[in-house]
C-alpha cells in the first residue's frame, strides 16, 4: 500500500568486556558509561548488520546467529582509566599487542558502496588517524585499503569523522557514485556573535572515482571521462 512498516526481530546486547592474555580488559569510557555503538550499516542482500563500537571495533551481526568482531581498533586491550583533570582515558599499562592493524579509535561510522550480486565494499571511520579503510563486502575481514579526504585547493579535508554515506548510483555531477563524509573540524574557523569560536563541522563531497582509482576498487559503469 506504499508505506513502509517494520518488525521486532531480536534484541542484542555488545559484550562490554573482553578476555585478553592474562585477565579481562574494559574499554575506559566516562564515569558510568560502557562502550558505545556509533556508526551502524544495514546490508540487506546479506541479511546483517555492521555495527562499530567506538573503542573496540567493528561487529558483524547476522539477523540470525552470534555477533562477529571482524576487526578491532589498534587500542584494543590497552589498559586505561579516566582523568577526571583531563577528561581523558590514558593508559595505565603497557599494550598487550592483541588489537588490529588498520583502525585507530574510535572507530565511528559505516557505510556500503553495493554493487549487483551483493559486491561492494564496506567503508569505516578510522577517526583517530582521520582515514577511512576500505573492506571487501563479500569477506568483510579482508582488508583491501585505506584512504583520506585530503584539503584540496579551495576547501578544507575530513577530520575527525562521526559518519558517511556511499551511493554507486549517478547523483548529479557525481555520474559514477558519491562519498559524502563528515567534517567534525572543518575550516576555517567560524565565530559566534560574542566573536568566540565555535563548533563548526560540514559534510565534503567525494566523487566515487577519486577514491576507487588509487585502490583499485570497483566503479559502476557510467559517463565518467578523466578529463572532467
Known amino acids: 500500500a506504499g508505506t513502509i512498516t517494520y518488525r521486532h526481530v531480536r534484541d542484542l546486547?555488545?559484550?562490554t568486556s573482553f578476555p585478553v592474555p592474562g585477565g579481562t580488559w574494559t574499554p575506559c569510557e566516562d564515569p558510568g558509561e560502557g562502550p558505545q555503538v556509533e556508526g551502524m550499516v544495514a546490508d540487506p542482500e546479506h541479511r546483517v548488520l555492521y555495527a562499530a563500537q567506538e573503542d573496540v571495533g567493528i561487529w558483524r551481526i547476522p539477523l540470525k546467529g552470534a555477533p562477529r568482531l571482524i576487526d578491532r581498533v589498534k587500542e584494543y586491550g590497552v589498559p586505561a582509566a579516566y582523568n577526571p583533570e583531563t577528561d581523558e582515558c590514558e593508559p595505565t599499562g603497557p599494550d598487550?599487542?592483541?588489537?588490529g592493524e588498520h583502525i585507530t579509535a574510535d572507530a565511528e561510522g559505516l557505510t556500503i558502496y553495493r554493487q549487483d550480486g551483493?559486491?561492494?565494499?564496506?567503508?569505516?571511520?578510522?577517526?583517530?588517524?582521520?582515514?577511512?579503510?576500505?573492506y571487501d563486502r563479500e569477506d568483510p575481514t579482508h582488508y583491501i585499503g585505506r584512504f583520506r579526504v585530503a584539503p584540496?585547493?579551495?576547501v578544507d579535508g575530513s577530520e575527525v569523522c562521526d559518519g558517511a554515506m556511499?551511493?554507486?548510483a549517478p547523483v548529479g555531477r557525481f555520474r559514477n557514485g558519491l562519498l559524502v563524509v563528515h567534517d567534525g573540524e572543518n575550516s576555517p574557523e567560524a565565530v559566534d556573535e560574542n566573536?568566540?569560536?565555535?563548533?563548526?563541522?560540514?559534510f565534503k563531497f567525494v566523487a566515487w572515482e577519486d577514491v576507487a582509482q588509487p585502490l583499485d576498487l570497483?566503479?559502476?559503469?557510467?559517463d565518467w571521462d578523466p578529463r572532467d
Open 195 to 202: 566573536g568566540e569560536v565555535r563548533e563548526n563541522t560540514n
Open 118 to 134: 551483493g559486491d561492494g565494499y564496506l567503508i569505516a571511520s578510522s577517526q583517530g588517524d582521520n582515514t577511512f579503510v576500505v
Open 152 to 154: 584540496g585547493t579551495t
Open 96 to 99: 598487550p599487542g592483541v588489537g
Open 218 to 222: 570497483d566503479i559502476t559503469p557510467g
Open 166 to 168: 556511499v551511493t554507486s
Open 13 to 15: 546486547d555488545l559484550p
